[in-house]
């Protein structure tokens, strides 16, 4: 019989912790528990800003960069070719990024819990091996992704220059893909603690290096310049490498009573089994929605005039200008997952719940008005990016037609990482991949393929999926059975 919400506790496979936990507990005000460290003694509103407030500057951050290697490619000689390339490129990247994030979410989850019933060793640990899984993993995709750098480019029609540069940016980021995983990880496993703050500083550092880099070896002069797609990716390649050294550092150091220990590196076949029976299922939802998301480029490479590569280009324009929209709602995301955490390893789920209904309230209704200016002014954004004709005619549409679903985008994007806060991954995977193959691919390529609407088409498959999934998971946590899940 599945225990009650209040019977629940984090697993703890070390007695030394729990009398740790019990002894701390005791020594708090009698009546209700509160968080430790700058969340106490803070309203839920406070507390969410105080944790939003920098991943919010953070993701702010990483869409400038990200936006910068587009405009940096929308306007190199052969612009649809370097355009085109890094979206291919940027999809795998963010497989990647999804695959530390696995590890990360795993990490995080216990993190939070133990961060909020005190068990500070119970943390460190799940730190340890959330790293050590991590640059195992990277290892695996890094050498993955190098070998078959040809054939992704291949297959997803890119040739000529387009396709070499896709393989030559694919292969230069491969190369340091598991520092990119210590990076991700590292930065997860704080947020979990509370410590939003680290990583915001860590991503600075990382994101000022990776944009002065790549302008220098594409604009740079004499032979410093010149580099092209390959400079933008070595400017990643340096940045993550840059990143993994700063987020290790601080973690040996210690923050938010989470500190890395050598021996914490060691094998831990308990802990890593618990970091991966959250993670997995994540690993498996985020996997499930790239994958479909790589065959909805795949439809978009079949709806291309036959010769041009424009429509890619103008897809991933597209994808990364809306990124405009979720920076909030990302940022929220990550407010929600660590109190969703915390709270529930106090055993107090009614905050909790309050928690999550504020994040929801902010991050889906800053989207939802963020999608206005798509609407209103989707010329001017797309100028920004490129002044090449044929991608500033071809992506603003796509701009139009996916504002007014942003409020469907920003329920997901809050409620998803609230409920993986608490552990429920495995509801969240299978919610995910439904939405993803039953819902998702069959729109896109109806309206793209049998009812001959193109890349728009794709886009109207894309945005009625994102009201169907915000719908799924407001239904998941309205239902309310996140707060009994163990980690």
């Not at 729990?18 to 803070?42: C, I, N, Q, V, Y």
């Not at 002065?212 to 400079?231: A, C, E, R, T």
């Not at 603003?396 to 997901?412: K, S």
Request: proline fraction near 4%; hydrophobic fraction near 50%; charged fraction near 15%.
């Amino acid at each position: 019989m599945a225990k009650a919400p209040a019977d629940i506790e984090l697993e703890s496979p070390d007695s030394e912790i729990r009398s740790d936990r019990e002894r701390e507990l005791s020594a708090t005000p009698s009546g209700r528990k509160e968080l430790a460290g700058k969340l106490a003694g803070k309203s839920l509103l406070m507390q969410v800003v105080t944790l939003a407030i920098w991943p919010f500057f953070e993701q702010l951050l990483n869409f400038t960069v990200g936006f910068v290697d587009i405009a940096i490619a929308g306007r190199l000689k052969e612009a649809v070719a370097a355009t085109s390339a890094i979206a291919v490129a940027g999809y795998i990247g963010w497989l990647m990024n999804l695959m530390h994030m696995a590890m990360g979410v795993g990490g995080t989850a216990i993190i939070a819990r133990a961060t909020g019933a005190r068990h500070r060793r119970l943390a460190n640990t799940a730190l340890g091996q959330s790293l050590l899984l991590g640059f195992t993993w990277g290892l695996c995709i890094g050498t993955t992704i190098f070998i078959l750098s040809p054939y992704i480019a291949t297959w997803m029609g890119l040739h000529g220059p387009a396709h070499d540069m896709c393989v030559t940016y694919l292969r230069i980021t491969s190369a340091t893909v598991p520092l990119g995983a210590i990076l991700f990880v590292g930065n997860a496993c704080l947020r979990g603690a509370g410590d939003t703050f680290t990583p915001f500083v860590c991503m600075v550092i990382v994101n000022v290096v990776n944009t002065i880099v790549s302008i220098l070896l594409v604009k740079g002069p004499g032979v410093i310049g010149g580099h092209g797609v390959k400079g933008i990716a070595i400017g990643t390649a340096v940045a993550w490498i840059l990143g993994s050294i700063i987020t290790l550092t601080r973690v040996m150091r210690g923050s938010h009573g989470l500190k890395l220990r050598l021996f914490r590196l060691w094998p831990n076949w308990t802990m890593m089994r618990r970091v991966m029976r959250i993670g997995l299922p994540f690993l498996l939802e985020s996997s499930g929605q790239w994958g479909g998301n790589f065959v909805v480029l795949k439809f978009v490479s079949l709806t291309a005039v036959a010769g041009s590569t424009a429509v890619l280009g103008a897809h991933m324009i597209a994808i990364r200008l809306e990124a405009i929209s979720y920076l909030p709602g990302a940022a929220i995301g990550t407010a929600a997952a660590t109190l969703t955490g915390q709270y529930l390893g106090l055993g107090d789920h009614d905050r909790a719940r309050r928690a999550i209904m504020i994040c929801w309230r902010l991050g889906a209704g800053i989207m939802a008005a963020t999608g206005l200016m798509f609407i209103l002014f989707p010329e001017a954004i797309v100028s920004l990016a490129t002044n090449d004709p044929e991608l500033l005619e071809t992506a603003p549409p796509l701009l139009r037609i996916c504002g007014p679903v942003q409020f469907f985008f920003g329920t997901y994007m809050v409620l998803a990482q609230a409920l993986r806060g608490a552990g429920a991954t495995r509801s969240t995977a299978i919610a995910g991949n439904i939405s993803t193959y039953l819902v998702r691919l069959p729109l896109a390529y109806l309206f793209a393929i049998p009812l001959g609407l193109g890349l728009q088409g794709i886009w109207f498959g894309l945005c009625l999926e994102l009201v169907f999934r915000g719908s799924l998971f407001a239904g998941l946590f309205l239902k309310g059975n996140w707060a009994r899940s163990k980690v």
